[in-house]
């Protein structure tokens, strides 16, 4: 069974900071490359960034130089750090394992995820 609990999403203004977490399992968290993804109303769910065992990070364009990756191994957490947040950074925000050759999410099972408002 998956276990991913997200935590960290609240209201921000524009250009505020937020800082996102994700505890997993450690099973999952040691073997994985882990991801952070995000879900706007009426949108498909999009792949924000990803970080791999060895500090690999990928970003998506639309989030290059305003959010930053991390993990704690010894935590079995990842996190996003995000600055400079723009509106159209609202969405509900999810991490999940990371199958890195295929570019998808290692799991079909998802956490309740942790929203993210921007707004003035």
């Known amino acids: 069974q998956v276990q991913l609990v997200e935590s960290g999403g609240g209201l921000v203004q524009p250009g505020g900071s937020l800082r996102l977490s994700c505890a997993a399992s450690r099973t999952m968290f040691s073997r994985n490359a882990m991801g952070w993804y995000r879900q706007a109303p009426g949108k498909q769910r999009e792949v924000v960034a990803a970080i791999t065992t060895g500090g690999i990070r990928h970003y998506a364009d639309f989030v290059k130089g305003r959010f930053t990756i991390s993990r704690d191994n010894a935590e079995n957490t990842v996190y996003l750090q995000m600055s400079s947040l723009k509106p159209e950074d609202t969405a509900v925000y999810y991490c999940?394992?990371?199958?890195?050759?295929?570019?998808?999410?290692?799991?079909?099972?998802w956490g309740q995820g942790t929203q993210v408002t921007v707004s003035s």
């Open positions: 999940n394992a990371v199958d890195w050759d295929r570019a998808r999410p290692a799991y079909d099972d």
